[in-house]
């Protein structure tokens, strides 16, 4: 949907509500955008006093309905079949996610608030003032989604790796620090060394949302509206404002990679002419030294993931059997196969599912879950058969041209 402001005007005086409250006026509407730090004890207490002192006719929050239902649905876990995630490829984005909430939940652990209370503390204060509420950001499958299309196969696996590690990481962070992490001089620093260092994750994760979060929140109803926004947001969506926003495309989910199609059908194409040349070309090359060179790494190197992801054994030796193959064909990984057969194991029930968010505090829980560990193995597989597929290759092609 396309948003048009007229002769919209910004105002970015600091109200005197609080430090974090911007005043933008466009048109004959007021928006008063509340920068929150999502485990923030303050935040809460800004967000509640803030509606109260405006009454609003809309408050607006930082939410998808998926997100919202995630919030306030505490029995939503039971309905997640691991054998579909499995089967429709999106155990690693599943295990980021998982590791991204759990991150954040510890840090609110150990603040005493939860992540997102001062969204629901806003939801909360409209109720009870009459306001009108509106779930103002994109759906989370399409941040989702835009973010991980924008990421290569090695940029996903350290991304993965940067998460897992700050499960196991033991610096704290005071209330003091989450507090000045809202000043919008370090704010901006902080997105411009994101933007510097992850372009393709500041633009998906977080302009496109600026955008659409400023967009949704000008069509709000009402003339008083206040939002309830993550800090981070709030000065990108000065920028936007009163500018035409075409949501419907931001919300578009990409479509594969051509690249990462080609490559996974190069593959194979490759190791089938490599083998035909290097039989053709070296009449004394036995048979076997070429099929070595790309099953070896292909197993050593899935198997051995496998096993450090805390594999079943069954699940060990699928990965170490199946890799060769799997890696020749585009339409199925080799944690696919590793994953059902790991799940089948292992057995999740809907207590293990119910227990997710609490278990993913650190590697330990992930581990000792069997959910997130039918996760963690079959994204473990999948990286060695990836490394393994890339190593063999290059081995058969050096023998081919030896």
């Not at 806003?122 to 306001?131: F, H, Q, R, S, Y």
């Not at 495309?249 to 190069?266: C, D, G, H, M, V």
């Not at 799997?326 to 696919?336: D, E, V, W």
Request: net charge negative; glycine share 8%; charged share 20%.
């Amino acid at each position: 949907m396309v948003l048009a402001v007229h002769m919209a005007t910004v105002d970015t005086t600091i109200l005197p509500l609080g430090p974090n409250v911007t005043h933008l006026r466009g048109d004959d509407k007021d928006y008063y955008i509340v920068g929150t730090a999502h485990i923030s004890e303050k935040s809460i207490l800004e967000v509640e006093e803030t509606i109260d002192a405006i009454a609003p006719d809309t408050v607006c929050v930082e939410l998808c309905q998926t997100r919202y239902n995630a919030l306030t649905d505490r029995n939503r876990w039971k309905n997640l079949d691991i054998f579909k995630v499995i089967k429709e490829g999106k155990m690693l984005l599943l295990l980021a996610n998982l590791a991204v909430g759990a991150y954040q939940r510890r840090l609110g652990r150990e603040l005493g608030v939860e992540p997102g209370a001062e969204l629901l503390a806003g939801v909360t204060k409209a109720k009870e003032l009459n306001a009108q509420i509106c779930l103002v950001d994109r759906d989370i499958q399409a941040t989702l989604k835009r973010t991980w299309g924008n990421l290569s196969f090695w940029q996903k696996t350290n991304l993965l790796g940067g998460i897992l590690g700050s499960l196991v990481s033991t610096d704290t962070i005071e209330a003091e620090q989450i507090e000045e992490l809202k000043e919008k001089d370090q704010l901006s620093s902080m997105m411009a060394e994101l933007a510097e260092m992850m372009p393709e994750v500041q633009k998906p994760l977080i302009d496109e949302r600026d955008q659409f979060l400023m967009s949704s929140i000008e069509e709000a109803p009402g003339k008083t509206i206040v939002a309830v926004v993550g800090a981070g947001h709030v000065a990108g969506m000065q920028r936007y404002f009163g500018h035409s926003i075409d949501r419907e495309k931001l919300s578009e989910l990409p479509p594969p990679s051509r690249w990462t199609q080609l490559i996974k059908w190069l593959i194979p194409l490759a190791i089938l002419g490599a083998f035909s040349v290097g039989l053709t070309k070296n009449e004394g090359r036995e048979f076997e030294e070429l099929l070595y060179a790309w099953v070896l790494p292909n197993s050593i190197a899935s198997g051995l993931l496998a096993a450090m992801a805390g594999g079943k054994f069954a699940s060990i030796l699928t990965a170490f059997i199946c890799s060769p193959i799997t890696s020749l064909n585009p339409l199925i990984g080799s944690g696919m196969v590793v994953g059902i057969v790991e799940a089948w194991l292992r057995k999740p029930t809907v207590e293990d599912c119910e227990n997710i968010n609490r278990d993913v505090q650190d590697l330990k829980g992930i581990y000792r879950n069997p959910f997130t560990r039918v996760l963690l193995v079959a994204v473990f597989a999948n990286i060695g058969s990836a490394l393994g597929a890339w190593i063999g290759i290059s081995w058969v092609l050096a023998l081919v041209a030896s």
